[in-house]
């Protein structure tokens, strides 16, 4: 049962600001993660804003320095099959064909799909636990199949969004707009990570709205891939997943962002396998060197073993396929 709430179709983005600033509101955008929070108690509204008529959150624009700005409202369909995205920003294009099912894709947002709840069962079902305010982490001795084994402190999720590794891997900020004007952050700094604030998973004040993602102009000698595996082929999270943008020159990398998704409560990046393979060929040698310096960094819980061969799998793959060895 979904409790009641008020719902408000905001008419500007000064207007839903202000109605966000009333106590216990919340964004409606797509819905489709919205909706199932309020049904499971994940957390309650007293009214709900609706964006969906704020024209300058939709759409995809050329910026005057060759790079992308896309609206918070843009739709995971949208962004799949835009083709500027599939051309100069392929991780994105293939991150978004990657989401959920084609049904989900027409509704949700890109806005959305970085601000989702997380997936963890005990948080979506009647547990009051540490992420909802209460003392415990039930994962660390309850179920934990699909918790993270990088990056977990206090809380044990994994960030869900497909979208978020695919776009910190190409540099993108986001421009949030508050009470006080703009601000823009790196979306690389966007999330939080549990060891800093175990309620929170953005960096989103009360009353703040994601407007829109900048992506830089792609660089000469780009190539970028997402890729992620799953229990069902018909949709599903990732268990395991890699973001990847590279950029080569005269065959060796000179420049790499590597973002692992479905492995930590935020999607992270690999400082340690951006090092290896820094100013090297991606053959198999510096492959399999990356998979195994990133897996010493694993932590796995009782159950989730499974994803550290998941994961050197396709860091390996995915690195030779980048490199040229498909
Ligand atoms: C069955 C199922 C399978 C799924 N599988 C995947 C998957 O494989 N990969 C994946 O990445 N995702 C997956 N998802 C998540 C899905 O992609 C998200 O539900 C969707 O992207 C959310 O978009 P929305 O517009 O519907 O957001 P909403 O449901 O409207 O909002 C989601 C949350 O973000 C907030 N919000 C929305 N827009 C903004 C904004 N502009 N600024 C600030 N806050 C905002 C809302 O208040 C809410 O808390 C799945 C969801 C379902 C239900
Ligand atoms: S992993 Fe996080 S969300 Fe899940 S039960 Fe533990 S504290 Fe709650």
Redesign the pocket.
């Known amino acids: 049962m979904i409790p009641n709430f008020s719902y408000i179709r905001a008419l500007s983005l000064e207007e839903a600001i202000r109605l966000l600033s009333e106590d216990d509101s919340?964004?409606?955008?797509?819905?489709?993660?919205?909706v199932?929070?309020l049904r499971d108690g994940v957390f309650s509204a007293s009214t709900v804003v609706s964006?969906s008529r704020l024209k300058e959150l939709k759409g995809i624009r050329t910026t005057p320095s060759g790079g992308l700005r896309i609206g918070?409202l843009t739709t995971?369909a949208e962004i799949a099959r835009n083709p500027i995205i599939k051309t100069s920003y392929p991780a994105l294009s293939m991150a978004a064909s990657?989401?959920?099912s084609p049904q989900?894709r027409h509704?949700?947002?890109i806005?959305?799909?970085l601000?989702?709840?997380p997936r963890c069962w005990y948080y979506r079902g009647e547990f009051y636990c540490l992420r909802k305010g209460g003392v415990h982490c039930y994962a660390v001795d309850g179920e934990n199949t699909y918790h993270c084994i990088f990056g977990g402190e206090n809380c044990y999720i994994v960030h869900?969004?497909?979208?978020a590794p695919a776009l910190i891997a190409l540099r993108a900020s986001v421009t949030i707009a508050g009470p006080a004007g703009n601000r823009v952050v790196a979306l690389e700094d966007f999330f939080i990570s549990p060891s800093q604030d175990y309620t929170r998973e953005t960096v989103?004040e009360r009353s703040e709205?994601?407007k829109e993602i900048i992506l830089p102009p792609p660089e000469k000698g780009l190539r970028s891939s997402y890729r992620k595996i799953r229990a069902r082929r018909s949709?599903?999270?990732a268990l395991a997943g890699t973001a990847m943008a590279i950029v080569f020159k005269n065959g060796q990398v000179s420049d790499a962002r590597i973002v692992l998704s479905g492995g930590a409560p935020i999607p992270l990046r690999s400082r340690v396998v951006e090092t290896i393979i820094n100013g090297r060929r991606l053959d198999q040698k510096t492959a399999t060197e990356a998979a195994d310096a990133l897996l010493e960094t694993a932590d796995p819980m009782g159950q989730n073993e499974y994803k550290i061969p998941l994961f050197r799998g396709l860091l390996i793959k995915e690195l030779l396929s980048l490199g040229g060895y498909p």
Request: proline share 3%.
């Open positions: 919340r964004i409606y955008a797509g819905g489709t993660d919205l199932g929070c964006i918070a995971i990657e989401v959920a989900l509704q949700g947002t806005g959305g799909n601000c989702q709840k869900p969004s497909d979208t989103l709205i994601v949709w599903d999270f």
